[in-house]
C-alpha cells in the first residue's frame, strides 16, 4: 500500500487563496479534522509573516526601482508604464522568495493510501507523441525509467502523460501482488477528461512498496469519456494472472488506446 500525503505546493498554493474550489474546500476540511494538516499551515502562515517581516514590501519595491534606475545602457520600454504596487512585491516574495527558505515536512492524510507529493527538476518531453512517462528521484537529479527498467522499494516515481489527440484517459498500475491502484482521476467518480498536447504531472510521486517483482503502469485513452469502474473490474480480473499483466495489453474495446512502462521490482523480478 502506498501513504498519502498534501504537497508543500497544494498548501502554499492554498495559503495563497490560488486553488479551485474543490481542492480549496478539500483541505480545508482535512485542516479542521487533522492536526497535522492544520498545524503545516499554522506554519506556512506563520514562516510567510516572518518573511514578509524580513522582506517589507514597501523596502523591496524601492530596491527593485533603484536597480531599475541603476540600469546604465538601452531604456526599459516598459519603465514609463510600470508601477511595482505592494501587493506585485508581496507575491514576488512569496512565489521567489519562500520555496528557497523554507522547507516543511509534507502532511499525511488519514487512512489514505498515496505519498502525494512533486519532484522538482522534471525534464521536458516531446509532446507531438501520446505517451506515459514514469520519473524517478534520485538523489538531486530525475531520471526517465524505461519499459522494463528496475526499481526498488522506497524509490520515488512520478507519473506524467502527453496526449495529442485523445481527450479522455486514465492511469492505473497492477503490481506483483495483484493489486490495482487507480492514479488517474483520484477516484472513480470524478472525469477522465485530459490535457491535450502538454506534459501533465499526476499532482502526486509513488513511494514503491516491497510488492515483489513488478509494477505495471496503464494510460489508457479514448475519444469518449471512460467508465472508469469497468476499466478497474477488467484490471481486477488481469491482476490474477501476473505473467499476463507483465506481457499483455488489457482485455478493452478497439476504441481504447494502451500504453504502459513495466518496472521491474529488485533482484529477480
Same mark, same amino acid.
Given at each position: ?9 497544494? =498548501? ?16 480545508? !476540511? ?18 510567510? !509573516? ?133 492514479? =488517474? ?54 491482476? $490474477? ?15 481504447? $488506446? ?12
Amino acid at each position: 500500500m502506498h501513504k498519502e500525503t498534501i504537497s508543500e505546493y497544494y =498548501l502554499e498554493r492554498y495559503a495563497l487563496g490560488e486553488l479551485p474550489d474543490e481542492e480549496e474546500e478539500k483541505i480545508r !476540511r482535512l485542516s479542521s479534522s487533522t492536526p497535522e494538516i492544520h498545524a503545516a499551515l499554522e506554519e506556512i502562515k506563520s514562516s510567510d !509573516r516572518d518573511i514578509l517581516a524580513l522582506y517589507p514590501p514597501q523596502t523591496v519595491k524601492t530596491r527593485l526601482l533603484t536597480l531599475l534606475d541603476d540600469k546604465p545602457s538601452k531604456p526599459f520600454p516598459l519603465r514609463r508604464v510600470l508601477t511595482i504596487s505592494s501587493a506585485v512585491v508581496t507575491f514576488l516574495i512569496l512565489i521567489l522568495v519562500l520555496p528557497l527558505l523554507k522547507q516543511k515536512p509534507r502532511v499525511v492524510y488519514p487512512d489514505a493510501e498515496q505519498d502525494v507529493t512533486l519532484i522538482k527538476g522534471i525534464p521536458t518531453v516531446d509532446l507531438s507523441q501520446t505517451q506515459l512517462l514514469v520519473y524517478r528521484k534520485i538523489q538531486d537529479r530525475v531520471e526517465t525509467l524505461s519499459d522494463g527498467e528496475q526499481a526498488w522499494a522506497g524509490d520515488l516515481l512520478q507519473l506524467a502523460y502527453v496526449t495529442t489527440q485523445d481527450s479522455y484517459g486514465m492511469i492505473l498500475s497492477i503490481d506483483g501482488r495483484g493489486t490495482v491502484t487507480l492514479h =488517474l482521476p483520484e477516484n472513480t467518480g470524478e472525469s477522465t477528461k485530459l490535457e491535450l498536447r502538454k506534459q501533465f504531472l499526476l499532482p502526486n510521486a509513488i513511494e514503491l512498496d516491497d510488492a515483489p517483482k513488478f509494477e505495471r503502469f496503464f494510460f489508457l485513452t479514448s475519444e469518449s469519456p471512460i467508465d472508469v469502474d469497468g476499466v478497474l473490474q477488467e484490471a481486477q480480473d488481469m491482476a $490474477k494472472n501476473p505473467e499476463q499483466v507483465k506481457q499483455e495489453n488489457m482485455d478493452l474495446p478497439e476504441s481504447f $488506446k494502451q500504453y504502459s512502462v513495466l518496472i521491474l521490482k529488485g533482484e529477480g523480478s
